[in-house]
């Protein structure tokens, strides 16, 4: 008996998109939380919460701030109520599934709605080259003046590992959009 073949995922206009739970839950979990402000990568900005460098009103985080979980996500959807509209008309008749959607808007949560604009995954994508944009996210290995995809010694760099492991399992969910 043979097995059906798997659909792919249907793509639809930027315009009628928004952030799953799904997506939510996954920038939250990469984030993870805290309830002070700390540095999280050598020369960065300070977050609290889940990642946030700005509170709620828009001022940014400063060392010493504390939030709550509750509060917290409200930061959160205070940050993507503000960007992704500006992602969705970023990308005009453009059409993205949704785990394509939930990828570069968790992509947009930690690099800011500035890079996103002058990303060549904006550029692709406006292009309909899905593909090449899934790539590009490649390209977004630094953090705090480090390449983050470097190894000392064959050792992970542990001054920023974690971002080139973010930026990977974002290709990767990409790919599969494919």
Request: charged share 20%; net charge positive; proline share 4%.
């Amino acid at each position: 008996m043979s097995r059906p073949a798997t659909a792919l995922p249907v793509r639809r206009l930027v315009a009628a998109l928004v952030l799953s739970a799904a997506g939510l839950i996954a920038i939250v979990e990469h984030e993870g939380y805290t309830d002070a402000a700390v540095v999280p990568t050598r020369n960065d900005r300070p977050t609290y919460g889940f990642g946030s460098t700005r509170r709620e009103d828009g001022t940014p985080v400063r060392l010493g701030d504390r939030t709550t979980p509750v509060r917290a996500l409200r930061t959160v959807e205070a940050h993507l109520a503000r960007e992704e509209s500006q992602f969705r008309a970023s990308l005009p008749g453009v059409a993205l599934t949704q785990g394509e959607y939930d990828t570069y808007v968790d992509f947009l949560y930690q690099y800011g709605i500035g890079n996103w604009n002058g990303s060549s995954m904006r550029g692709h994508l406006l292009r309909g080259e899905y593909r090449q944009a899934c790539d590009a996210l490649l390209l977004w290995k630094r953090a705090g003046g480090y390449d983050c995809s470097t190894r000392v010694n064959g050792q992970p760099n542990t001054v920023c590992w974690g971002v080139w492991q973010r930026q990977q399992q974002r290709h990767a969910r990409c790919l599969a959009e494919q």
